[in-house]
């Protein structure tokens, strides 16, 4: 069974940095694109960055480009997400998911949570 795992959420303040982690598990992710989204408080889910298992080819999302980095560990089965210079509007819960062929994404992680302090 496939399953996602974030961590690495937690309170922060502006200009600070986070990594992110997606701990994969079950079948093999050759091939897939992982993606990694999240979802603010009265907002709707969006994307952020994608990663394919296979040729660590990337792809962004134009608001996070130059501040955001997603990366894979194959030996950890680990998708990160390195966030710089975070601002009070990056405040929300992040979740991974991995990309179906047909470009839908299934099985997402219960998400981790990034909060600013005052």
């Known amino acids: 069974q496939v399953q996602l795992v974030e961590s690495g959420g937690g309170l922060v303040q502006t200009g600070a940095s986070l990594r992110l982690s997606c701990t994969t598990s079950?079948?093999?992710?050759?091939?897939?694109?992982v993606g990694w989204f999240r979802q603010a408080p009265g907002k709707g889910r969006e994307f952020l960055a994608s990663?394919?298992?296979?040729?660590?080819?990337?792809y962004y999302v134009d608001f996070v480009k130059g501040r955001f980095t997603i990366t894979r560990d194959n030996k950890k089965n680990t998708v990160y997400l390195q966030m710089n210079d975070l601002k009070p509007e990056d405040t929300a819960l992040y979740s991974c998911?991995?990309?179906?062929?047909?470009?839908?994404?299934?099985?997402w992680g219960q998400g981790t949570q990034v909060t600013f302090s005052a």
């Open positions: 998911a991995r990309r179906t062929p047909a470009g839908a994404y299934e099985y």
């Open positions: 079950g079948r093999t992710f050759s091939g897939y694109y």
């Open positions: 990663i394919n298992w296979s040729d660590e080819s990337t």
